[in-house]
């Protein structure tokens, strides 16, 4: 597939537009540092009192994404899309990412803000972003540019930033992020534990890289969502989700490790006050369906493609074709497990069987990845299982009613699991 390429401006052009698109990110009383024409530009918040720390922009290591330490400060290292091809058509711009280790605040906040000093030349972006860690596990990433509000206080976050540039052009500088953590009014959570059917396609790109940096492997366990809000970082499961076939008779519990597909700003589970783009489309209607359906926003995607097909979530080959079973793209249950509350359980080896009893002579109606999160309801004796945890009679119930053995159940947060 053609990807859209943007000509490199002058120096002098870069300087003048990003002085004017920044300024937008901005909030209200932020100041922008005017500089000579051809120089960078810095953003400079006007932040408010509350602790305040510098993300660590000096290491690079296996938990970012493409991106590399210059001595001007850290930079995309290939502006180009990578990991994407004719028949993926996730991103028409070059990503990356840089992950900092989770930080403990010395006090409880609610208001996460973010001050960049960057040189940001036309059509390339940065960003800064927060996620907050809770019983029940980690938020969703959010823009701390404006100030990252969460419902109620927080003690433990981390942070990401992201660099993004047109395909070929050039790239940002990000010279420091500084964060401020402070209180401020809370707002109201976004609707937890929802469910929405959407069309899934199948992955494949077996060898290629996810957001998160993973290397595709073949019959892959995990899925694509379009919005990097639910991505979790490398290794991890802190996003999951469910998927199941329309008919509920079989489902895959998996890790949301890439982005996609079609867009990349499209947190469509979000009700309005929440999505990051295309507000006016119902909450739980992907943007491509729209589009595809409906001719919505003249039938293209956020990057000006026509949309070829509805989807709202890619499946990897192993998620598509061993966990339900699928034989060509259909739609889908998916709940956004992250949205929900109670306790959960990380499978720490897998993937893991879900049978409909506390035995392994029950029926198998699907699996759990590896580092997935799964919803606990209570547990129940029965089979004593050997596994690389423990040995254990101790079988959970899922919120879907199924059951997984609790000796591939690496660590359980976000409560205790009653007996059912």
């Known amino acids: 597939m053609t990807r859209p390429r943007c000509p490199i401006p002058s120096l002098a052009l870069i300087a003048t537009l990003t002085l004017l698109l920044t300024a937008a990110l901005l909030p209200t009383g932020a100041v922008v540092a005017a500089a000579p024409t051809g120089a960078p530009i810095a953003l400079v918040a006007a932040a408010p009192g509350g602790e305040r720390w510098n993300a660590d922009l000096s290491t690079v290591d296996r938990d970012d994404v493409n991106v590399r330490r210059t001595a001007a400060g850290l930079r995309l290292r290939e502006a180009r899309p990578g990991g994407r091809g004719a028949r993926s ?9 840089l992950l900092t280790a989770p930080r403990t605040l010395a006090r409880p906040a609610t208001r996460v803000q973010a001050q960049i000093s960057a040189s940001v030349p036309t059509g390339a972006t940065v960003e800064a972003q927060v996620r907050a860690w809770r019983a029940a596990g980690w938020t969703e990433w959010r823009a701390a540019t404006a100030g990252a509000v969460f419902d109620r206080p927080v003690t433990r976050v981390q942070t990401r930033v992201v ?60 899925v694509a969502l379009p919005s990097r809000r639910g991505l979790s970082p490398l290794n991890t499961g802190d996003y999951t989700v469910r998927v199941c076939t329309t008919s509920g008779s079989r489902c895959e519990y998996a890790p949301v490790w890439d982005v996609g597909p079609w867009n990349t700003r499209d947190d469509y589970w979000n009700p309005s006050s929440v999505r990051e783009n295309w507000k006016d489309l119902p909450q739980g ?9 409906s001719g919505y926003n003249g039938g293209r995607d956020q990057f000006g493609r026509t949309v070829l097909n509805p989807a709202g979530i890619d499946l990897a080959d192993g998620t598509f ?57 209570c547990y129940v ?10 040995t254990t009679t101790r079988w959970n119930r899922l919120a879907s009613g199924q059951y997984v053995s609790h000796a591939y159940i690496s660590t359980v947060y976000g409560g205790s699991v009653p007996v059912c």
Do not use: C, K
Request: hydrophobic share 40%.
């Open 163 to 222: 660099l993004t540039a047109p395909n070929g052009g050039a790239t940002a500088t990000v010279r420091g992020v500084q964060f401020t953590a402070d209180a401020t009014a809370a707002v109201s959570a976004a609707t937890p534990g929802r469910t929405y059917r959407v069309y899934a396609t199948r992955i494949g790109l077996v060898g290629e890289l996810t957001a998160n940096g993973r290397t595709v492997q073949p019959r892959d366990h995990f």
């Open 321 to 377: 074709w061993d966990g339900l079973r699928l034989t060509t793209n259909a739609w889908v249950d998916v709940a956004y497990l992250w949205t929900g509350g109670g306790p959960r359980g990380v499978v720490g080896d897998g993937p893991l069987n879900i049978r409909t009893g506390a035995s392994t002579s029950s029926s198998i109606r699907g699996l759990a990845a590896r580092l997935a999160h799964v919803p606990i309801q």
């Open 89 to 97: 058509p996730h991103s028409a711009v070059a990503e990356g990412m």
């Open 381 to 390: 004796v029965g089979q004593s299982v050997a596994g690389p945890y423990r």
């Open 285 to 293: 209607r992907p943007e491509a369906q729209a589009a595809y359906q």
